[in-house]
């Protein structure tokens, strides 16, 4: 199998899972997942960014009035979500995008949202920096992704997995971003990990007035 080097790389990788990514979902969705799409996306306000929107899942999530911006690295899994956007009936604002390098000024965005997606972008530290940026002052953001579980044996199985899935996926399994959103000096305003530690999610808010 190739292996992922680059940005370019990785855009290939997602390109090729687009077609058949909703139904790879649907195993962790209803395992592992429980109601994260709402409890984040619910919590969603006035003018949204969703970084690494894929096919588009949270979409029939977002409350009335959201006004939503989507970025994806993938322009097949973004056609995904455009179609699902279409038959939603929901208008929004999707576009080609690199959660490392946000398309957007400084405080541009009332809400910024990213679920299972920091665990396969080679820099996590970098993109949580950059969603901060483009929050605006008193902002909220909201995340969710799998984590380094808590127990030990779980732990050394996602070690031996990672040995494979970084350099043929780009994907991580022992990434915790919260302390990335901490160092930012964002407050957790909510937050819940569950699934033996596997599963986290978090809102925080940015510091400051608009």
């Known amino acids: ?26 195993w962790a969705e209803r395992r592992f997942f429980d109601d994260t799409r709402d409890w984040i996306a619910g919590r969603a306000q006035g003018r949204t960014l969703e970084v690494a929107i ?7 999530h977002y409350p009335e009035g959201v006004e939503l911006t989507g970025i ?18 929901r208008d929004a604002d999707l576009r080609t995008g690199d959660a490392q390098r946000l398309d957007f000024p400084d405080g541009s965005f009332d809400t910024v949202v990213c679920t299972f ?7 996590d ?3 949580v920096a950059e969603m901060v940026r ?16 808590g127990p030990r044996w779980i732990r050394a199985v996602q070690a031996l997995i990672e ?18 959103v901490l160092a930012a000096g964002l407050s957790i305003e909510a937050h819940d990990r569950f699934k033996a530690g596997l599963i986290e999610r978090l809102a925080a808010r940015r510091p400051g007035r608009e």
């Not at 894929?54 to 029939?60: M, S, Y």
């Not at 994806?72 to 009936?89: H, N, Q, T, V, W």
């Not at 040995?163 to 990335?180: L, N, V």
């Open 72 to 89: 994806d690295l993938s322009p097949r899994m973004l056609d995904g979500a455009k179609r699902r956007a279409s038959e939603l009936g």
């Open 54 to 60: 894929g096919t588009g899942l949270n979409l029939e």
């Open 134 to 149: 483009v929050l605006r002052p008193g902002g909220l953001l909201l995340l969710a992704d799998h984590v380094v579980a």
């Open 163 to 180: 040995i494979g899935s970084i350099r043929i996926g780009g994907e991580y399994f022992r990434r915790r971003p919260i302390r990335h």
């Open 117 to 123: 997606s920091l665990c396969a972008v080679p820099d």
């Open 1 to 26: 199998m190739a292996r992922v080097k680059t940005l370019d790389d990785l855009r290939r990788r997602w390109d090729k899972e687009a077609d058949h990514y909703d139904r790879s979902m649907t």
């Open 125 to 127: 530290r970098r993109a």
